[in-house]
């Protein structure tokens, strides 16, 4: 049963079917919408201040319109200072993962939970490690070809069959990973007043 003193819909501030998927995990309604934010790094702007900033933005920009408590997150991958997209095509997914190959990549997912009706703010960034298996092209083509994550930074969707293209995972919340961390954004809640399960 879930325990809560907040009223507030709860609002994603994220159109990603991923973090979707991820908030469907709490069983609470919520709703989404797609935040009007620009999300240009800034000079010298490190992948954890950038992750922390770009939540909070997204989370203001719809809770100026929108009432409630909204949840903005967003993602980078890094190997060093080196910011890694999403590939968007085959060819630029196949130059990544090879690039990635027996290296650890950092993923920083920046976390804000913004009530609307109070002004109240909670902002957060949770670090996720992992270290790719060498891979051999052929490995890499089968994985793309029966994947396609073409959308997802790093190349890879370790929810599925990307899990076999890591050596191993270091973290605290693998839902951090996937680019919303249910453990954190639990204790947000909580502060809220709506706590779980």
Avoid at 111 to 132: K, R, T, W, Y
Avoid at 134 to 140: M, T, V
Wanted: charged letters at 15%; proline letters at 6%; aromatic letters at 6%.
């Amino acid at each position: 049963m879930i325990s809560t003193t907040s009223h507030l819909p709860l609002v994603l501030a994220s159109t990603s079917p991923f973090r979707k998927q991820l908030l469907q995990r709490l069983g609470l309604p919520f709703d989404t919408v797609a935040p009007d934010a620009d999300e240009t790094a800034q000079d010298g702007e490190t992948p954890p201040a950038l992750v922390q900033r770009l939540a909070q933005l997204k989370a203001q920009a719809v809770g100026a319109a929108r009432q409630g408590l909204i949840n903005g997150s967003d993602q980078v991958a890094s190997t060093g200072n080196d910011i890694l997209g999403k590939p968007g095509t085959y060819e630029n997914a196949v130059a990544q993962l090879a690039f990635l190959s027996g290296k650890r990549v950092s993923f920083y997912t920046g976390i804000c939970l913004l009530n609307s009706a109070s002004g109240g703010l909670q902002v957060d960034m949770v670090p996720f490690h992992v270290q790719f298996r060498n891979l051999a092209g052929e490995q890499i083509e089968r994985y793309l070809r029966a994947e396609q994550p073409y959308n997802c930074a790093g190349s890879f969707k370790s929810e599925g069959l990307g899990i076999t293209l890591f050596e191993r995972m270091e973290g605290e919340d693998p839902t951090a990973l996937i680019g919303l961390p249910l453990i954190r954004l639990t204790s947000m809640l909580a502060n809220e007043g709506l706590v779980l399960p």
